[in-house]
């Protein structure tokens, strides 16, 4: 069976660049023009929801100059794509904190995740300024805020109450998790959600990425038998 909820790393931007001779910037906006095109094909293929990690927290660390040429990036790609996107009935959703975005950034999630909200095909969430670890003590003080409110007792906090608070809220957690450029890790991704999620790992850097990867990645999957820790 093919997987209802692909979660995507995208890693490989700079290499990329580099191995082309091209700028970081030129790079990303390859990356971005993937990301563009892997979101039109999960759509043609049927799959329920896509999750793509934009940006971590860790990524606020790299120097100021990447940093906004990436949030400049994700503006445009915004008020390039959200049309398009809507026509093809795909609902965007952005995770993350906002807290250190520009409130023209904020601005057009909003708009994007308002214009979209009715539509029923792909599900598309955008992880921006995101961070697994981030996300689970974001939950823990919405645990704790109804607890003091008296909305919540400790004996009914259990793993659904718990994901209901988590950013991905009542979406399925991820079937599949594909990370392209070479490495082996999560980099704090949805680490709540992925406990029985198959890992995927491949070669291509992101703007390398085409249907054909996508393809065999879908494959991967289809060929692993989950067994979400029982021995049949
Ligand atoms: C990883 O490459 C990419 C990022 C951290 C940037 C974010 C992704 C994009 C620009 C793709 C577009 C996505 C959307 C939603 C518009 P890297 O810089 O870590 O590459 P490296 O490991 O080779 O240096």
Redesign the pocket.
């Known amino acids: 069976m093919k997987p209802n909820h692909i979660a995507i790393i995208?890693?490989?931007?700079?290499?990329?660049?580099?191995s082309h001779n091209k700028s970081?910037k030129f790079?990303?906006?390859r990356?971005?023009k993937?990301?563009?095109d892997i979101v039109r094909y999960t759509g043609m293929l049927g799959i329920k929801y896509l999750t793509?990690?934009?940006?971590?927290t860790e990524?606020w660390g790299?120097p100021l100059k990447?940093v906004d040429l990436?949030m400049t990036?994700?503006v445009e790609?915004l008020d390039s794509?959200i049309e398009d996107l809507n026509d093809n009935n795909v609902r965007v959703i952005f995770i993350g904190d906002r807290s250190g975005l520009t409130k023209s950034l904020i601005d057009k999630i909003d708009k994007a995740e308002l214009l979209t909200k009715d539509n029923q095909g792909l599900n598309l969430t955008?992880a921006?300024a995101y961070g697994g670890r981030w996300d689970i003590i974001n939950a823990t003080r919405l645990i704790l805020d109804k607890i003091q409110n008296n909305e919540l007792n400790h004996s009914d906090i259990d793993e659904d109450q718990l994901s209901s608070l988590m950013q991905l809220g009542s979406k399925p957690d991820p079937d599949l998790l594909i990370r392209t450029?070479g490495?082996k890790r999560i980099s704090n991704f949805l680490l709540w959600n992925i406990a029985y999620t198959e890992l995927y790992f491949c070669e291509s850097?992101?703007p390398d990425f085409n249907h054909s990867d996508l393809d065999i990645a879908i494959e991967f999957y289809t060929e692993r038998k989950r067994r979400y820790g029982k021995n049949v």
Request: glycine residues 14%.
């Open positions: 995208m890693d490989g931007n700079g290499r990329w660049a580099t970081r790079g990303h906006k990356g971005a993937s990301a563009r793509l990690y934009a940006f971590s990524n790299r990447e990436l990036l994700f790609t794509e955008v921006l450029g490495e850097l992101w």
